[in-house]
């Protein structure tokens, strides 16, 4: 059974750090894992995507130099790091597995992926 669940939201103020978790099982290792976010009234945007096998990462330029997505194969969990967190960082962020490939054009597709976890809160205040 394909599992997707994230973890570590929270409130948190400007300038702050946040770590995201999302533990996958059921999905076949290789695949691209990204986080999403989506807040009141916008669309989901990707933040950044990871392709494991390649060890290829893409950031949106909103969160680049700010926010990481590391990984840890023996508890099969990818990771957002958020770090110098803003007001306009708060949004639902979801997790989701793609395809086994990513290209820089389409990483943050959202009809790129069928597998998809609840949803974790971040609230940031000013």
């Known amino acids: 059974q394909v599992q997707l669940v994230e973890s570590g939201g929270g409130s948190v103020q400007a300038g702050g750090s946040l770590r995201l978790s999302c533990e996958v099982s059921?999905?076949?290792?290789?695949?691209?894992i990204t986080w999403f976010r989506q807040a009141p009234g916008k669309e989901r945007d990707g933040v950044a995507a990871?392709?494991?096998?390649?060890?290829?990462?893409f950031y949106s330029d909103s969160v680049m130099g700010r926010f990481t997505i590391p990984q840890d194969n023996a508890k099969n969990t990818v990771y957002l790091q958020m770090s110098s967190l803003k007001p306009e960082d708060n949004a639902m962020y979801y997790c989701?597995?793609?395809?086994?490939?990513?290209?820089?054009?389409?990483?943050?597709?959202?009809?790129?992926?069928?597998?998809w976890g609840q949803g974790t809160q971040v609230t940031v205040s000013s």
């Open positions: 990871i392709w494991p096998r390649m060890g290829i990462t």
């Open positions: 059921g999905v076949t290792y290789g695949r691209v």
């Open positions: 989701a597995a793609g395809p086994d490939g990513i290209k820089r054009s389409t990483w943050g597709t959202v009809a790129r992926y069928r597998l």
